[in-house]
């Protein structure tokens, strides 16, 4: 079975530029999840969606914005970058319910932002 | 904010038996303890996750102290493919679904 997808793999940007990342989940799962990880630090929360709607956010500005579609990929887009969004992003799917089932991750996207 | 904390690293030898702390002591009743690993360049991965009871499972034990403040994951047999980051993570306390990852262990496996 493939496993959670994203795309880009790799990404360079500019500051005030905006960026979308994708992300295709595991067949079957509901819930889509995505984590900022910056280097040397555990992955931060960001958002969480299940059943196309969000469930959870994480304390991450409003530029920050993401979405979930009827066959539950995702988008996580970021809007006038920051030289500080650099940054690996993380999408994981889970199956939604319960609550508590395994989180499976993708390997990023690896954003810079120059 | 549920929290929990590990030791930032670890050494091990090939094939000796590791334990890898973590003591959660805000855990809430229904929070489960789940543990991943992230190896370099890869999202992290899955280990085990459990309530109040020990957990077994192909890659590792996961013990839990009886006042669930603290548990421990054991990789019975540490093999080169296991050095790795380790993450104790918990659900958040305050309901949403967000999963909050500490710092880690990372977890160094000699020869």
């Known amino acids: 079975d493939a496993g959670v997808t994203q795309s880009p793999t790799h990404l360079i940007k500019t500051r005030g530029q905006q960026v979308t990342l994708r992300c295709s989940p595991i067949?079957?799962?509901?819930?889509v999840s995505w984590y900022q990880q910056v280097l040397g630090q555990g992955p931060q929360f960001i958002f969480q969606?299940?059943?196309?709607?969000?469930?959870g956010r994480g304390n991450f500005p409003d530029r920050f914005s993401a979405r979930q579609f009827p066959n539950y990929s995702s988008e996580l887009n970021v809007n006038a970058l920051l030289l500080g969004d650099s940054a690996l992003y993380l999408c994981?799917?889970?199956?939604?319910?319960?609550?508590?089932?395994?989180?499976?991750f993708g390997n990023g996207t690896r954003l810079t932002v120059t | 904010d549920a929290k929990t904390t590990q030791p930032n690293s670890m050494e091990s030898n090939e094939e000796e038996p590791v334990h890898l702390p973590c003591n959660h002591s805000?855990?809430?009743?229904?929070?489960?303890i789940h543990w991943y690993r992230q190896l370099p360049s890869q999202g992290p991965e899955y280990v085990i996750h459990?309530?109040?009871s020990n957990v077994n499972n192909r890659m590792a034990s996961l013990a839990i102290a009886e006042d669930r403040k603290s548990s421990t994951l054991i990789l019975h047999r540490a093999t080169l493919r296991d050095a790795a980051v380790y993450y104790c993570?918990?659900?958040?306390?305050?309901?949403?679904?967000?999963?909050?990852f500490g710092t880690g262990t990372r977890l160094k496996v000699l020869a």
């Open positions: 993570i918990l659900r958040d306390v305050d309901g949403t679904y967000k999963y909050i």
């Open positions: 067949s079957g799962h509901k819930s």
């Open positions: 459990g309530l109040t």
């Open positions: 969606y299940y059943e196309k709607e969000e469930r």
């Open positions: 805000t855990i809430s009743g229904t929070d489960y």
């Open positions: 994981a799917s889970s199956l939604g319910e319960p609550y508590n089932s395994p989180l499976h």
